[in-house]
C-alpha cells in the first residue's frame, strides 16, 4: 500500500487535457473534479489541476495532505517516481521550478514594455532635435533605414532569429508593402519636422478611423456599432486639437495624415496579400525585409529630391553645427527607430493582439507627457481636451474589437 508501481516511471505534468499522464499507483481510488484528476494513496491524496490556458499562471497551494498544482500545457515537466515521499518533493520541486518560470516571464515583458516605451521616446525627441538642425527627412529616414539594415543583417549574421524562406509568389507583395512602408515614415519624419512632435501624435491616433475605413472598402470587415462609434471621440479629439495647436500648419497636418493611411493600407495589404508563412516569414522577418527594401529605395530617391546632404564637408559649411553630437543622434535615432519596432514585433509574440493595442495605446499617452514635458511644449485646456479625447477613442476602439457582434437567427 502506498508504493508506486515503477521506480522509473516519468510523470509529464502540464499535458493536454484529453491526454494526461499521472503516476501509477498500486492500490490506490482516482476521481474526476472538472479538470482535477486526484489520486490518493493510504491516506496523502495527489491533486493535479490541468488547465489549457496559453498563457503561464502556476499556483501551487497546501490544505492539510491535499496537494494542488495549477500547470500549463505548453510547459512539460517531467518526474521521477522513487517514492510517495520522494513524489510529493518531486511535484513541490516542479510547481516551485513552473512559478520561477513564470516569473522570469513576467520579468522579461516588463522589461521589453520598458525598452518598447524608452526607444520609441528616445527616437521621437532625438528625431525632432536632428530635424530642427538638418531639415531632410528623406536623407535622415534613409539614414535610418540603413542602420535599422545594418541590425537585421547583424540578427541573420549571428542566427539571432532565423533567415526568411521567401517564395517567388511572396516577391510582389514584400516590395508593394516595402514601398509603402518607406512613404509612411517619410511621411512621418516630414510631420515632425514640421510640427510639435505632441501633435504628430495626436493626429496618428486617427489610424484606428483609417483601418476601419480601408478595411471594408478592401476586405469587405464590416465594423460592428461599437467600433463605430469609438471612432468618433478620436475624430473629435483629433478635430479639437487641431485647431488649438500652437505649432499647426497644412504640411505636418496633411502628412501625418497621409501617413496614418499608409501605414493602415501596408496592414491591410499583409492580410490581403496573405504573405506571412510558417516557414520562416514571421512578423519580425517581414519587418526585417521591409527595412532593407526602405533603405534601397530611399537612398537614390533621397540623392535626387533632396541632394548629397549628410556629408561632413556640408554639414561644417552651411549648417555651422556641432558635427560630431549631430551625427551621434542621427545614428542614434536609427538605432531606437529600428530597435521599438522590432520589440513591439517581439511583444506581439507573447500577448494577444488586443493586449498589444492597448500598451500602444498607453505607449502614445507616455509618449506625448513626454515630448511635452522635455520641449516645454505650450498646451491650451482645450487642446489637452482634444488630445486626451482622441487618445481615449483609441483605447476604446481596442476594446470594442473585442465585442462579437451576435449571429443572426436563421
Known amino acids: 500500500m502506498g508504493k508506486f508501481g515503477a521506480a522509473n516511471s516519468n510523470v509529464a505534468l502540464s499535458t493536454p487535457l484529453h491526454r494526461t499522464y499521472v503516476p501509477r499507483y498500486q492500490n490506490c481510488s482516482r476521481w474526476n473534479s472538472g479538470n482535477d484528476i486526484i489520486f490518493s494513496s493510504q491516506n496523502k491524496p495527489l491533486k493535479l489541476r490541468w488547465t489549457s490556458s496559453t498563457d503561464l499562471r502556476s499556483n501551487l497551494s497546501s490544505n492539510g495532505n491535499l496537494l494542488s498544482i495549477t500547470l500549463l500545457n505548453k510547459y512539460s515537466v517531467k518526474l521521477r517516481a522513487v517514492s510517495e515521499e520522494g513524489e510529493e518533493n518531486a511535484v513541490v520541486a516542479a510547481a516551485a521550478a513552473a512559478i520561477k518560470s513564470d516569473w522570469a516571464s513576467t520579468l522579461q515583458l516588463v522589461v521589453m514594455f520598458g525598452l518598447w516605451y524608452s526607444f520609441n521616446i528616445y527616437f521621437n525627441i532625438y528625431n525632432k532635435q536632428v530635424l530642427k538642425a538638418f531639415p531632410y527627412p528623406a536623407t535622415l529616414t534613409a539614414l535610418q533605414f540603413g542602420c535599422g539594415t545594418l541590425m537585421v543583417l547583424i540578427m541573420w549574421g549571428f542566427n539571432l532569429h532565423p533567415t526568411p524562406k521567401l517564395k517567388r509568389s511572396q516577391v510582389v507583395p514584400v516590395l508593394t508593402l516595402g514601398l509603402i512602408h518607406t512613404i509612411g515614415n517619410v511621411l512621418t519624419n516630414i510631420s515632425l519636422g514640421k510640427v510639435n512632435v505632441s501633435f504628430t501624435h495626436t493626429i496618428k491616433a486617427m489610424e484606428p ?7 471594408f472598402l478592401f476586405l469587405a470587415q464590416r465594423p460592428t456599432l461599437w467600433v463605430v462609434s469609438s471612432l468618433v471621440p478620436i475624430v473629435g479629439g483629433v478635430a479639437l486639437a487641431s485647431t488649438t495647436d500652437t505649432s499647426f ?22 492580410k490581403m496579400f496573405m504573405i506571412r508563412d510558417k516557414d520562416g516569414l514571421d512578423n519580425i522577418n517581414l519587418f526585417s525585409l521591409m527595412t532593407i527594401i526602405s533603405f534601397a529605395l530611399l537612398v537614390p530617391t533621397a540623392i535626387l529630391t533632396e541632394g548629397v546632404r549628410f556629408t561632413p564637408a556640408y554639414l561644417q559649411q552651411y549648417t555651422g553645427l556641432n558635427l560630431k ?34 500598451a500602444n495605446c498607453v505607449k502614445r499617452v507616455v509618449l506625448i507627457v513626454a515630448s511635452v514635458i522635455f520641449f516645454r511644449t505650450p498646451v491650451s485646456p482645450v487642446n489637452a481636451l482634444g488630445t486626451s479625447l482622441a487618445l481615449a477613442g483609441v483605447f476604446m476602439y481596442s476594446r470594442a474589437k473585442l465585442i462579437k457582434p451576435k449571429p443572426k437567427n436563421a
Request: glycine share 4%; aromatic share 12%; with cysteine.
Open 249 to 270: 500648419n497644412w504640411i505636418g497636418f496633411s502628412t501625418a495624415m497621409a501617413s496614418n493611411v499608409t501605414n493602415q493600407s501596408r496592414n491591410v495589404l499583409s
Open 209 to 215: 478611423f483609417f483601418t476601419v475605413m480601408l478595411s
Open 325 to 358: 553630437d549631430l551625427l551621434l543622434k542621427a545614428i542614434f535615432t536609427g538605432i531606437c527607430f529600428h530597435s521599438y519596432q522590432q520589440i513591439s514585433y517581439m511583444i506581439l509574440h507573447k500577448v494577444s493582439a488586443v493586449t498589444h493595442a492597448v
